[in-house]
């Protein structure tokens, strides 16, 4: 059997908005939501281990940066209808994550 848990980007869908300093710079603003992901799986069941992460639209966007940034986690990443990815952010370990899929 699987789990799935369904989670909203900050300030979208039912998730609160929380207090963020917009600083109109690309690198602080995909680390703030990237980050805020990283959070949930923190203190979730998921901490240890690797899962699959589907994002869609803009949740896209994030999860691929997100399997970006922590690649040990991420088993498979799905894009549904994902949003355009401009460019990479200067913390992303590209090689990384292309070693570990």
Do not use: C
């Amino acid at each position: 059997y699987f789990t799935i848990y369904l989670i909203d980007v900050l300030g979208q869908g039912m998730s609160g908005r929380p207090d963020y300093e917009i600083k109109h710079d690309f690198d602080s603003t995909i680390a703030y939501f990237t980050e805020s992901i990283h959070a949930w799986v923190a203190k979730s069941e998921l901490k240890d281990q690797k899962f699959t992460l589907l994002g869609h639209s803009m949740g896209g966007m994030f999860a691929g940066w997100y399997a970006l940034k922590y690649p040990e986690q991420v088993e498979r990443l799905v894009f549904m209808s994902a949003v355009g990815i401009t460019r990479t952010p200067d913390w992303a370990n590209v090689e990384n994550f292309k070693q570990s899929v």
